[in-house]
């Protein structure tokens, strides 16, 4: 059973910095995406990287949020710099294998689909 917990939300003041953390219990024998989403109307992603380390972004976070992974603590981090009122959502870290479960075959993980979902964490960023 994958389980995932996120930690690090709260209020900041607009050019400020917060980091979000997600740590993951669970396994997919190496081969997994793990994403960070935030929801204002929809729950859109915010970041993604895969096993092998490989990332994309949103545009609207571009150069200003990094993700990254530590896999001997099975912790999935954001590093949120240069903090703006629109950043203010509530987020949510998602993981799921990177194989398709059809084929086998690798998917993008730069999807909504993720099967496995944390709680959410708040972040509120005033101007």
């Known amino acids: 059973q994958v389980q995932l917990v996120e930690s690090g939300g709260g209020s900041m003041q607009a050019g400020g910095s917060l980091t979000l953390s997600c740590v993951v219990s669970?396994?997919?024998?190496?081969?997994?995406?793990l994403a960070w989403f935030h929801q204002k109307k929809e729950r859109e992603a915010v970041a993604v990287i895969d096993?092998?380390?490989?990332?994309t972004y949103a545009d609207s976070v571009k150069g200003r949020f990094t993700i990254s992974r530590d896999s001997s603590k099975n912790t999935l981090h954001l590093q949120m710099n240069m903090l703006k009122p629109e950043d203010t959502a509530k987020y949510y870290c998602?993981?799921?294998?990177?194989?398709?479960?059809?084929?086998?075959?690798?998917?993008?993980?730069?999807?909504?689909?993720?099967?496995?979902w944390g709680q959410g964490t708040q972040v509120t960023v005033s101007s």
């Open positions: 998602a993981a799921d294998s990177s194989l398709s479960p059809s084929s086998g075959g690798r998917r993008s993980c730069w999807t909504r689909f993720y099967r496995y």
């Open positions: 669970g396994t997919f024998d190496g081969n997994d995406c």
């Open positions: 096993s092998n380390g490989t990332t």
